[in-house]
């Protein structure tokens, strides 16, 4: 089970009354109470360069995955074969997978990294990957697990479909009780997400649905190491 936050000292806006952009502050500090809270209230941080104060999101369009509206086909079904799903083996890795620099558009930080592994410390971010028969870690994603919300931050692939295999077997994590309550954030929808199926509410509906999430308990398997077919 994670374990339990103190209040944290920062105050975060309203993202109701932060304006028409996506961006909603600048600074705070990325501790794990900072970072829960920010997520309570459907704000989450992403750095525009390495150094200066942090910047908070909570976009006007905001990107999330129906539960029940993941798009795969039949290319990736037989994929999706080849791979075996586990959580939390090697968050650290996958972490750091996502963050290589090498990668365009690289946004991790050695900040990030520290505050998310810590926040997986305590049990509140998590891995989901996917593996092949010889033991491979073929791709993977992480985020941030929430009562009855996933917060994705991101996901690589070291072999064709291994992102995306593991964001099906998220899916199937999180469909197995009070689907229709759940909540998987994708914090903006690209067209890579938006041909999985990836969808865009706006900003009030999206903090309706975390409201009604938040009160859910999280899925059981966010608990512990797991293993196990798609």
């Known amino acids: ?39 309570r209230q459907g704000i989450f941080p992403m750095p525009l360069r390495r150094t200066g104060p942090m910047p908070w999101w909570s976009p006007l369009r905001r990107g999330i995955l129906p539960i029940d509206g993941i798009r795969v086909s039949r290319s990736l079904r037989q994929a999706c074969r080849r791979f075996t799903i586990r959580v939390d083996t090697v968050f650290d890795e996958v972490i750091r997978a996502c963050a290589d620099p090498k990668r365009p558009g690289g946004w991790i930080t050695p900040e990030i990294i520290a505050a998310y592994e810590r926040l997986h410390e305590l049990g509140w971010a998590h891995s989901v990957e996917a593996w092949t028969p010889e033991g491979q870690l073929a791709g993977g994603l992480y985020g941030v697990a929430i009562g009855g919300l996933f917060a994705g931050e991101s996901m690589f692939h070291r072999e064709r479909d291994g992102s995306k295999v593991a964001l099906v077997g998220l899916v199937e994590l999180l469909a197995a009780d009070d689907a229709d309550r759940r909540l998987l954030d994708l914090q903006w929808r690209t067209p890579h997400l938006a041909s999985l199926g990836a969808v865009e509410v706006s900003r009030e509906e999206y903090l309706r649905m975390l409201d009604q999430a938040l009160r859910l308990s999280a899925p059981a398997v966010f608990g512990g190491p797991y293993a196990g077919a798609l």
């Open 1 to 39: 089970m994670p374990t339990d936050m103190p209040p944290t000292r920062w105050e975060f806006p309203s993202p109701l009354l932060a304006g028409h952009g996506d961006l909603v502050g600048h600074g705070a500090d990325l501790e794990p109470t900072t970072l829960i809270a920010a997520y």
